[in-house]
């Protein structure tokens, strides 16, 4: 795809820089074994972040109906209604789904993060690359039940796997790759698994395999060699044997083929790990899957500040590690272009290490606060897109260049008229703030609206956007004055904020937030404090 496409631009980021600051979730499963839940001194044992969420996953797909087309990987987990479901018994959903809601925004719905937080799990865990589709839609009510259960039998689950879309090989071979990781824990599951009483699992979970935080074809060889502690297979209770009938059922044959052969292990797994994500409601439509950008930029913003427009942000050159002259070349409104050099700011990781991304900063120096330094452009000629060169190559999009939309942007004029007496860091309990946007508005570009954005949950938890229009100045800039005619509106809140406009019938957000708490107060303002703390927070996508 060609970026900006905001969308896209923000899915690509939670499922391609799986451990950069901007967008990724690959923190809570480094190392494998991590588990963020429990007593602060880390006492409770045997379980690990995870399989957690690939258990989610799975639960969560699984009340998809092939017949009716509902259900599917659509986050109807969430409601309370299904985690107090036996099926759903124990508190890896909702661990998994409190670490998943600060990824979601307007752009990643909370289906699409449970798709993401597998295939980061199964990736950096040693498992194989995972094709991801975007696109998920969160359900706005409880799926009926249908996850099997444990002491099911056979029929009901080739029946209930039939229901949800898969054969009966797909689902020895489905179960056999999600059981690679984690185990079944005494206290949701005490009929199978008694009171272990060992060191290092203080939960008393029986793993799967030996191997339970990182993919591997164990659960297969272990099983084939008869030396299995596979809890679904060597239970005390042959009832809740689930895995044992389900791994026998074609005469081992389908375990054999794993268990000699890693490599087909783990095909067969990338494969039907992306089947069982894919698998949503009808009507949803997904994405082609998502690729890297070679070359993408980020966090880029561009706001008027005084008498001239500051352009900031961050190019990664995707998969690439080596020290490269990387130069951006900016095209503005009378058909120049200004070249800078940027400098190499930081390196990100994806796939366990697999993937080595660097990062360099549109003009190499960071700011004290730690976003990158600003390129300084001319207002009047503004600028309509980027290119780059890397080690003299050009990267523009095949022809098309980086769009960069200079219609209308954020006025650094923008301050606070009451500062609040904590500096407007949020320390104090009762601090009144209020202050002004300015927005900046080219003249001659004529939006037909110019709005705040900001992301708010509707009644079920889903992100949607809070439109809140500015309003144009009452007295219309005279045509010669400047480039830029500012709109203002007044505020009282510490939300932040993109900017949004409606410029020829096509919709555009800004990528940079801004919030009051950003702000220096206006000339004469009422000054509580001296100094004042200026924080500025840039996402890759609209905002946290
Ligand atoms: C007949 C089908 C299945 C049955 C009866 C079954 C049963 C179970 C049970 C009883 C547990 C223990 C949960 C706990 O202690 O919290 C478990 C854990 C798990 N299951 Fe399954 N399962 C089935 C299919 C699957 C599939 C298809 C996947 C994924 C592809 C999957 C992935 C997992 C994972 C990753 C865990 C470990 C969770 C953790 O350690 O926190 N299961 N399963």
Known sequence: YVWPSPKLDALEAQRWDQDDTISGVASFVQPCSFFNFGPADGS?????????????????????????????????????????????????????LAVFVSFTSRHVS?????????????????????????????????????????????????????????TQTEMISLIACGHSFGGVEHKPFPQIVPELNEANNSLSVAHFDTTFSVFDNNVATEYIAGTTQNPLVVGANDTTNSDKRIFASDNNATML?????????????????????????????????????????????????GDKLKFSGLVRLFNDTADRTVQILLDDRNGSTTTATLANDHSSSAMGGRVQSTWYAFNGTSNDDGTPGALSLDPAAGITRMRFTVDGKLEDQGGVGFAVQDGVVFSRSSC???????????SGSDSPIAGRFDIAVRNGVNPARVFLEQEVQDSV???????????????????????????????????RYTIGAEIDGAQFSTIDTHSLTDLAPCEGAKRRRRRLEHKRKSHGYGGA
Request: aromatic fraction near 6%.
């Open 461 to 495: 938890n889903r992100t949607v956007v809070k439109e809140t229009d500015v309003p144009p100045p009452a007295q219309p800039a005279a045509a010669s004055a400047s480039s830029y005619s500012i709109w203002s509106i007044d505020l009282k809140d510490t939300n």
């Open 44 to 96: 409770e044992t045997g379980r690990a972040n995870g399989p957690d969420w690939i258990r989610t996953a799975y639960h969560d797909m699984a009340t998809h109906n092939g017949d009716d087309g509902t259900g599917g990987l659509d986050a109807s987990i969430r409601f309370e209604e299904e985690q107090s479901r036996p099926e759903n018994a124990g508190t890896g959903f909702q661990n998994t």
């Open 257 to 305: 083929s794993f268990a000699k052969s890693p490599d087909l292990f783990a095909s067969t797994c990338a494969t039907m790990f992306a089947r069982m994500l894919d698998t949503v409601p009808s009507g949803v439509e997904l994405t082609d899957v998502i690729d890297p950008l070679p070359i993408k930029p980020a966090s880029v913003a561009l706001v008027l500040d």
């Open 110 to 166: 909370m289906a699409d993060m449970i798709a993401i937080g597998a295939i980061t799990a199964i990736e950096n865990c040693n498992g194989p690359q995972i094709a991801f589709r975007g696109g998920r839609v969160d359900a706005d009510a409880p799926n009926p039940p249908g996850v099997p259960e444990p002491e099911q039998d056979l029929s009901s689950h080739i029946a209930s796997f039939a229901r949800q879309g898969f």
């Open 416 to 426: 606070l008229t009451v500062a609040p007496a904590d500096g407007g860091d949020g």
